[in-house]
């Protein structure tokens, strides 16, 4: 089967709620300094403000399977761009804290369901052959949204707007929301979901919209499979036969957060300002680090079916430990500063090689059919919450000593690299069903 038009389009605007994702995660970084100024914030509160947004997030991630499946991929997606948009707007005139921060959730909302309903719509469009690529433009977008987020807020510190400077950053997300909600006025629903509605004529015309080679044959596949996950919806999680998925996955999920990644990503141009950087200077060194990590992000897609899961993991582990060690001696010296920039970069390149490009995979792969959707809830719940928790107490941290937090993240890569080693088995070139043995999972 090759690429058609229709199929390409709709993959691309599945995944331009990544970007939104990225952006909409990002784009505080910028604006951490003004609103301080402006609301009188103390560390404790500004880390209220970053993290109301993630709390939003994990709550929008677990509720959105449901969604998903009454309104479809498409029409879910449209509510999540909505939220994105209203978000957008709402912050950008917001008249005071408390507004902005119930307009920061409802953007939460949107990033967490995002984050669900975008991957599962392009896979259930993709066929086989392509479902690994165009699913993968997902977190090509995600880190080239934290590129621009980076990029804009340098462009909006150009006009130097004082106190104004965060109503831009934090709005100028609803240009690109509003774009990826009118998009998704052109793109089909998917096949699958319409079987599931017993719309089996609809659900012809798409495959056959894309340019499905036996459209009877995919069409009867799709039913059978549909048959088979309600067959199967009822089958618990929480034996004892999935205790060590359900630990792998959690634990998966939690130390790619206590690796200190999106504290880094939501406070750059703090920790860039704490080391004496100019406000301008600390934006551009972040668009610098955004396009280190798309950069890395993309080679680590050519490379984890070559090296492995488990070889990645602890590669990223120990650059990590390095990395972030590094950083926290040049805060507690108060050495080099220039350092700074290129010890972050060496973190983003170590964390994106491995953290960033194998944590999603990983969990999608240690449980059965059967329960893996509940898995990977389970893992993304617990690495949302560690998300929300450590960008909350990071500026209390932070306050107190700014080398603590480097040191304790690279503590926790010191733990993850000598668990993975232990205790993580390799998936690499291994059958679901494989997987499934290894566990002795029937």
Not at 177 to 194: E, H, Q, T
Not at 403 to 409: K, V
């Amino acid at each position: 089967m090759r690429m058609n038009r229709i199929l390409a389009k709709s993959a691309l605007v599945g995944a331009l709620g990544g970007l939104l994702f990225g952006f909409d995660t990002a784009v505080i970084a910028g604006s951490t300094h003004s609103l301080t100024n402006t609301f009188r914030l103390t560390p404790f509160w500004l880390g209220v403000t970053v993290s109301i947004a993630l709390w939003g997030t994990a709550i929008g991630a677990l509720s959105s399977g449901e969604l998903g499946e009454r309104l479809g991929g498409r029409g879910a997606l449209r509510v999540m761009a909505a939220l994105y948009l209203i978000s957008a707007l709402g912050c950008a005139f917001a008249w005071n804290w408390y507004v902005l921060l119930v307009f920061r959730f409802i953007g939460g909302l949107g990033i967490g369901g995002s984050s669900v309903l975008g991957p599962v719509y392009i896979s259930e469009m993709a066929p086989a052959k392509w479902r690994g690529r165009l699913v993968g433009m997902f977190q090509v977008m995600v880190v080239t949204g934290i590129l621009l987020a980076y990029f804009s807020n340098f462009c909006v510190g150009l006009f130097h707007l004082g106190n104004l400077e965060w109503h831009w950053q934090l709005g100028i997300p609803a240009l690109p929301a509003l774009v990826f909600l009118i998009l998704l006025y052109g793109i089909p629903r998917s096949s699958r979901w319409l079987v599931t509605q017993n719309r089996i004529e609809e659900a012809r015309e798409v495959l056959q919209l894309i340019g499905t080679p036996d459209t009877e044959a995919e069409l009867a596949e799709i039913v059978r499979s549909v048959h088979l996950d309600r067959s199967q919806r009822r089958e618990p999680i929480f034996q004892a036969k999935y205790a060590f998925p359900i630990f792998l996955a959690m634990a998966t999920g939690i130390f790619n957060q206590l690796a200190g990644i999106n504290a880094i990503l939501y406070y750059l141009n703090s920790i860039f300002a704490s080391a004496g950087f100019s406000q301008m200077s600390s934006s551009g060194q972040a668009v610098i680090i955004g396009l280190t990590n798309l950069i890395a992000t993309l080679f680590a897609m050519t490379i984890i079916d070559k090296v492995g899961r488990k070889k990645l993991l602890l590669i990223g582990a120990a650059g990590m430990v390095f990395c972030l060690a590094g950083v926290g001696w040049l805060f507690q010296t108060g050495s080099e500063s220039a350092l700074l920039l290129w010890l972050l970069v060496g973190y983003i390149l170590f964390f994106a090689i491995s953290q960033g490009a194998v944590v999603w995979v990983y969990i999608s792969e240690i449980f059965p059919n059967k329960v893996r959707a509940k898995g990977q809830s389970l893992g993304a719940s617990a690495n949302w919450i560690t998300n929300a928790l450590i960008a909350w107490f990071f500026p209390l941290v932070a306050a107190w000593s700014h080398a603590i937090p480097f040191y304790g993240f690279a503590a926790m890569m010191v733990l993850q690299f000598v668990l993975v080693l232990w205790l993580w088995p390799e998936t690499k070139g291994k059958t679901l069903e494989q997987i499934q043995a290894h566990f002795r999972i029937d």
